[in-house]
């Protein structure tokens, strides 16, 4: 019998093992790595939700709950049917209702009562129910001094659930809050009973009356220009409702088939009736769309709900629920037709912190809505010593400096721009922008962008996303065309009426419209401006064009054309100052083969840069001058 040495045995079993495990590593690589299921998401968040709550470092910001809400916000989204769904929606009740007690801001609170009502709503049976009505009428009765919508909810509670285990706190709250004292009709209408009903009585609610019966406001008609569907030409259909909201700022959007005349007016609330205010506006010769839900929650501390129905044959009616009182503007814009309702929460000092909360280390403030510094560090408490530095602090806690830019990409996706000499002015933008906001960011500026790839973004989202994301300047980035391939040059824009051929020329072609359009345009855009940051936006404009002239013209030749005015779609709403600059023409040869360039583009990032830097310095000398 032959023997197999030691050596010549493991190198056999080398040989045949070694690719054996190759092959089964190479198949386990490859199989699918199962998803986690909606349970283990939720179960994963629930642990952030309270790992977050325990840690009073972190639980004082704001962006760490945000990060926990989206969480839940998304597992609820992609799984609307699951069994963790409403528990997702309970616990983004409790997400607002964490933030409130830390920042004691009602606006936080609003959104936990209509997170909390929504699931009472969609889940009436289901077991967290209870403690959705429960914990709404603690916030009622102790945080938002409801007293009598607080005492709806407790008794709510104990009728629908009155074995359920939050029965007895409910029992017991409900004994420790006074009913509010009667109105002095009150005896009087109860005597009356047989012909009327008793004010008194939460339900049924009645139903909203006509517009006419209640106390008028003025309701506005659409602006002349607004012709309104041609004769014959059948019913316009509003197609979608869209909106982009942040806590201070919502922009509604109705996309309609075609132009419309409207009619639009702020209703008074009803109190005694849950009854928020309400904006209605009326689409003339409109259908509701197939694809329009009759309600969408928004949610987002300015508003509670839109909801858009069918008032008559020929008219569509979109009312939009208030959480509150607000300052709103309603314009439409062409190419296709949208309305536009910008929506401003109002200016409100921020309450203290309560006092039921522990005092926190100097070096760690608590939780408020305020911006970080630029550095990434929470802002620090005031110093006492040192009317500088104290004054410094104050300038970057209100807000009197620049912290957040968001650039804007012109174009995208299906818009190509302009497009000549080889180049694609979506393009160019998009390099640009990349380009900008390393330089900006090398800065210390936080850097935001509406676009960071060849996508498509309507012109009236763009500011909206600015607005939302609280940017404090807004930079959108273009390059020029024009039929005469001589024409060459910078220039740099704010939103105002147009002055010139040229600037009705660039405003048409950027906001995509006839010419004809622009002169319309004009005639809605006087409201418009009223709060518009228009010397602001100049003053940075000058900046800009100033700066970026000087940096260009230390190895090129370049035209300056100076600052212009025109009603750009893009700068419309904004609550920052906003300009939009054209880099180049992509018409001219020579400038064409400039804008194709990198080390080009960097000397007009670098002057942008200035430009910004320039301006940031101009309004803290001018607030340091007032201290």
């Known amino acids: 019998m032959r023997l197999i040495s030691t050596s010549s045995f493991l190198s056999f079993l080398l040989r045949g093992l070694v690719p054996a495990l190759l092959l089964c590593a190479l198949v386990l690589a490859a199989a699918p790595v199962r998803a986690a299921t909606a349970a283990e998401q939720f179960s994963l968040a629930y642990k952030d939700f309270h790992a977050l709550a325990k840690d009073s470092k972190r639980a004082k910001f704001r962006h760490e709950w945000d990060k926990v809400a989206d969480t839940f916000d998304e597992i609820l989204k992609k799984n609307p049917k699951s069994g963790v769904a409403p528990k997702c929606l309970f616990y983004l009740g409790r997400v607002q209702e964490e933030l409130g007690d830390r920042s004691g801001n009602d606006k936080d609170y609003a959104k936990a009562l209509d997170y909390y009502a929504q699931f009472v709503k969609r889940y009436p049976r289901h077991g967290w129910a209870d403690d959705c009505l429960y914990r709404s009428a603690e916030l009622r009765i102790n945080r938002l001094d409801q007293t009598a919508q607080g005492r709806e909810d407790l008794e709510t509670l104990l009728k629908r659930h009155p074995k359920g285990d939050q029965a007895a706190k409910a029992r017991k709250l409900l004994a420790q809050t006074p009913a509010p004292k ?299 065309a024009n039929t005469d391939s001589r024409v060459n040059g910078l220039e740099t824009y704010t939103l105002n009426l147009a002055r010139t051929e040229d600037a009705v020329r660039v405003a048409a072609r950027e906001n995509a419209v006839d010419a004809k359009r622009i002169s319309d345009l004009q005639f809605i855009l006087t409201d418009l401006m009223l709060n518009s940051k228009m010397k602001e936006s100049t003053d940075l404009a000058k900046g800009v064009q100033r700066e970026v002239v000087k940096s260009v013209r230390t190895n090129w030749e370049l035209r300056d054309h100076g600052v212009r005015e025109a009603p750009f779609y893009v700068l419309m709403g904004a609550k920052m100052p906003a300009v939009l600059v054209e880099l180049g023409y992509v018409t001219n040869k020579a400038e064409a083969s400039r804008l194709k360039s990198d080390y080009y583009l960097k000397y007009l990032a670098d002057g942008i840069v200035e430009g910004v830097l320039a301006y940031k310095h101009q309004i803290e000398r001018y607030a340091m001058s007032k201290f």
């Open 182 to 480: 009667a109105a002095p009709a009150a005896p009087k209408a109860q005597a009356s009973a047989s012909k009327a009903p008793a004010p008194a009585k939460p339900a049924p609610r009645p139903a909203p009356a006509p517009a006419a019966a209640e106390p008028e406001t003025p309701a506005h008609e659409s602006p002349a220009a607004i012709k309104g569907r041609p004769a014959g030409s059948g019913r316009a259909v509003l197609g979608e409702v869209r909106y982009t909201s942040s806590d201070d700022y919502t922009r509604v959007i109705l996309d309609v088939s075609g132009e419309v005349k409207y009619r639009y007016q702020l209703l008074p609330p009803a109190p005694e009736v849950g009854r928020p205010h309400r904006l209605y506006v009326d689409l003339a010769e409109t259908a509701v769309g197939k694809g329009v839900p009759p309600q969408v929650k928004v949610s987002d501390g300015i508003l509670r709900s839109i909801r858009s129905g069918q008032k008559d044959p020929d008219t569509t009616r979109v009312v939009i629920d208030f959480q509150e009182l607000q300052e709103y503007k309603v314009f439409p814009l062409s190419d296709p037709y949208r309305l536009v309702i910008d929506v401003y929460a109002s200016a409100k000092e921020e309450k203290p912190v309560r006092a039921t909360l522990k005092p926190e280390p100097e070096d760690e403030p608590e939780l408020a809505p305020a911006k970080k510094s630029r550095k990434g560090s929470p802002i620090k408490p005031l110093k006492l010593k040192g009317s500088k530095s104290m004054a410094n602090n104050l300038i970057e806690q209100l807000g009197l400096t620049i912290d957040t830019i968001m650039i804007d990409p012109g174009h995208g996706g299906k818009d190509g721009g302009a497009v000549a000499n080889g180049l694609r002015e979506k393009d160019v933008n998009l390099q640009f922008a990349k380009i900008l906001g390393r330089k900006l960011k090398d800065q210390g500026f936080n850097v935001l962008y509406t676009r960071t790839t060849d996508i498509f973004i309507p012109l009236e989202k763009r500011t909206a996303m600015a607005n939302a994301r609280k940017a404090d300047i807004f930079i959108s980035i273009h390059c020029n």
